[in-house]
C-alpha cells in the first residue's frame, strides 16, 4: 500500500511537471497567469536590492540617512537602490515604476535590462522614461510574438489604427498625423501584404479616402474596390492618377489660404497650416494613397516609359513633401527599394518618416529602409526567419525601433469589411474617374414556400 501511495505522488508530480512544461509551450499566456507570474514576483521582491546591487543602480546614502540608520540599527551602512513602486500585474507581464537617485539616469538602468531580465526571469524587459526622475520598467515574461493577440485597449482616433502587436506588448498604432508617410518593405510571403491589408481594413471604418496604385494588375488591392475611392491598376493609369492628386493637393491649398486670408501668389511651401485647421464643414476628406510595389513605377524599357517614370516619380516626390498640411498621405510598399531604381528613389525615401522592413531578400533593402535612422536595427531586420511571417522592424526618423508582428486577417475578412463599409466611402470629385467598378451582388429571387402538390381526384 505504502508503495502504491509513494507511485501515486511520484506520477501526480510528473503530470504536474509535463502539464507545465505543455502549458508553457502551447499556451504561453495561461501559463504566465497561472505559474509565471507568481514565480516572477516572488524573485523580483526577495532579490530586488541584491539585484540592483549588482547591476551597479546603487547608490551611496544620504547622509542623514546614514546618520539615522546608525542610530538606530548600528548596523552596516549599505547602498540604497532606487525606489520601487508598486508592482502591477499583466496578462503579459510585470510593470513598475522605479524612482532613480541623484545622479543616475535611465540609460543606466536601459543599460541593465538584459540583467534583470535573467535575474527575474523573465523573457525580456524594457524601460521607458515616464518623468525626470522616474523611469517604468516593463517585464514581458513570454514571446508574444509567436502567437500574436492584440491588447483589448489601444489608441485610436481619427487616421489612427493599431494595426500590429510590439515586442513589449504594447499596441504598433499608425498614426498618419503624426507620421504622415511611411516605407514599407517585405519579401514574398514576408507579412507586408498582411501588413497592408490589416491598414485598408481599420481605416475603412474611417471617414477617408483610400486611393490605390496597384501595378500587378490590381491583385493586391481590387478585393478592396468596394471602399477605395481611385484605384490605378498599371504604370499607364498610375501616369493619369498622380497629376489628379497633385492638382487635388493644390486646391486644398487654395482652401487654406483662403481661409487664413493669405495672398493667393504665396508660395506653397511657405504655408505652415494644414487642412486640420480648417473648420469642420469646410474640412476636406483626408486621403491616403497606397502604393503596391513602388519598383514598378521605377522600371522603365523605353526612351518614352523613361519620361513618363521621372514624371510619376516627381509627383511622388511632391506628394511627400506638400501632402501633409493637404491631408494626403503615402503608404509606400515594395519587395525591393534601392538606389539603383532611378533618380528620385533616395530623395523619395527621405520623406517618408515611418519605415517598416519586414524579412528581405538582400541586405541593402534593410540598409535603405532603416540604415539612416537606426543602424543597429538593420541586423534585426536581416534576422528575421521565413518561419515568422508578419514579424517586421520598424523605425521612424527618431532613431527608435522596435519588432512588431501584424496578427493574421485573411483576405476574405478584409475583403467583407471593405465591402460592409462601402457606404463610408467618401465622395471626392477629381477621383470619380477612377473610381473602381463594382459588379453588384446577384440577389436570388426567393423560391416557393412549399412545394405545389399534384392534384388528385
Known amino acids: 500500500m505504502t508503495d502504491l501511495v509513494t507511485w501515486a505522488e511520484l506520477g501526480g508530480s510528473l503530470a504536474?511537471?509535463?502539464?507545465?512544461?505543455?502549458?508553457?509551450?502551447?499556451?504561453p499566456a495561461a501559463y504566465w497567469s497561472t505559474v509565471g507570474l507568481p514565480v516572477s514576483v516572488a524573485r523580483l521582491l526577495a532579490s530586488y536590492s541584491s539585484t540592483m546591487d549588482a547591476c551597479g543602480l546603487t547608490v551611496e546614502p544620504s547622509r542623514w540617512r546614514a546618520l539615522a540608520v546608525k542610530a538606530t540599527t548600528r548596523r552596516e551602512i549599505r547602498p540604497v537602490p532606487p525606489?520601487?513602486?508598486?508592482?502591477?500585474?499583466?496578462?503579459?507581464?510585470?510593470?513598475?515604476?522605479?524612482r532613480l537617485a541623484p545622479g543616475q539616469e535611465p540609460a543606466d538602468v536601459a543599460a541593465s535590462a538584459e540583467r534583470l531580465r535573467h535575474a527575474w526571469g523573465v523573457h525580456a524587459v524594457y524601460v521607458r522614461d515616464v518623468k525626470p526622475g522616474v523611469v517604468e520598467l516593463r517585464l514581458v515574461g513570454f514571446d508574444v510574438l509567436r502567437k500574436v493577440r492584440m491588447p483589448r485597449r489601444t489608441a485610436s482616433g481619427p487616421l489612427q489604427v493599431p494595426v500590429a502587436l510590439r515586442e513589449d506588448a504594447t499596441a504598433f498604432v499608425r498614426d498618419y498625423r503624426a507620421v504622415p508617410h511611411e516605407l514599407v518593405l517585405g519579401a514574398?510571403?514576408?507579412?507586408?501584404?498582411?501588413?497592408?491589408?490589416?491598414?485598408?481594413?481599420?481605416?475603412?471604418?474611417?471617414?477617408?479616402?483610400?486611393?490605390?496604385?496597384?501595378c500587378?494588375?490590381?491583385?493586391?488591392?481590387?478585393?478592396?474596390?468596394p471602399r477605395l475611392s481611385g484605384l490605378a491598376t498599371d504604370p499607364e493609369q498610375a501616369a493619369e492618377l498622380l497629376p489628379v492628386l497633385v492638382k487635388?493637393?493644390?486646391?486644398?491649398?487654395?482652401?487654406?489660404?483662403?481661409?487664413?486670408?493669405?495672398?493667393?501668389?504665396?508660395?506653397?511651401?511657405e504655408?505652415?497650416?494644414?487642412?486640420?485647421?480648417?473648420?469642420?464643414?469646410e474640412r476636406p476628406t483626408p486621403i491616403v494613397l497606397f502604393v503596391d510595389e513602388v519598383a514598378e513605377l521605377f522600371l522603365v524599357a523605353t526612351?518614352?516609359?523613361?519620361?513618363?517614370?521621372?514624371?510619376?516619380?516627381?509627383?511622388?516626390?511632391?506628394?511627400a513633401q506638400l501632402g501633409r498640411a493637404a491631408g494626403i498621405y503615402l503608404e509606400v510598399c515594395g519587395q525591393r527599394f534601392g538606389a539603383e531604381l532611378g533618380k528620385g528613389a533616395t530623395m523619395l525615401r527621405a520623406q517618408l518618416t515611418g519605415r517598416v522592413c519586414h524579412r528581405v531578400n538582400d541586405e541593402a533593402s534593410a540598409k535603405m529602409a532603416l540604415g539612416d535612422i537606426a543602424?543597429?536595427?538593420?541586423?534585426?531586420?536581416?534576422?528575421?526567419?521565413?518561419?515568422?511571417?508578419?514579424?517586421?522592424?520598424?523605425?521612424?526618423?527618431?532613431?527608435?525601433?522596435?519588432r512588431i508582428r501584424t496578427p493574421y486577417l485573411s483576405l476574405a475578412e478584409a475583403a467583407a469589411t471593405c465591402r460592409e463599409t462601402a457606404h463610408l466611402a467618401p465622395d471626392v470629385p477629381a477621383l470619380t474617374p477612377f473610381r473602381p467598378y463594382v459588379p453588384p451582388v446577384p440577389v436570388k429571387e426567393p423560391g416557393p414556400v412549399a412545394a405545389p402538390a399534384p392534384v388528385t381526384e
Do not use: N
Request: charged fraction near 25%; proline fraction near 5%; include cysteine.
Open 188 to 214: 514574398t510571403l514576408s507579412g507586408k501584404s498582411m501588413f497592408l491589408r490589416s491598414l485598408i481594413a481599420a481605416l475603412a471604418a474611417q471617414s477617408v479616402a483610400l486611393v490605390g496604385i496597384d
Open 303 to 319: 526612351r518614352k516609359e523613361e519620361e513618363r517614370r521621372d514624371e510619376m516619380v516627381t509627383q511622388l516626390i511632391r506628394l
Open 16 to 27: 504536474a511537471i509535463g502539464g507545465a512544461a505543455y502549458a508553457r509551450h502551447a499556451h
Open 83 to 98: 525606489r520601487r513602486g508598486m508592482i502591477r500585474p499583466t496578462s503579459t507581464g510585470l510593470r513598475l515604476r522605479l
Open 271 to 281: 504655408i505652415t497650416s494644414d487642412i486640420w485647421g480648417l473648420p469642420e464643414d
Open 216 to 225: 500587378k494588375r490590381g491583385v493586391e488591392l481590387a478585393p478592396f474596390a
Open 248 to 269: 487635388e493637393m493644390e486646391d486644398r491649398y487654395d482652401l487654406i489660404k483662403a481661409r487664413q486670408g493669405i495672398a493667393p501668389g504665396t508660395p506653397d511651401e
Open 375 to 402: 543602424p543597429e536595427a538593420v541586423y534585426a531586420a536581416c534576422s528575421i526567419a521565413a518561419e515568422l511571417p508578419g514579424l517586421a522592424v520598424v523605425g521612424d526618423t527618431s532613431g527608435g525601433w522596435s
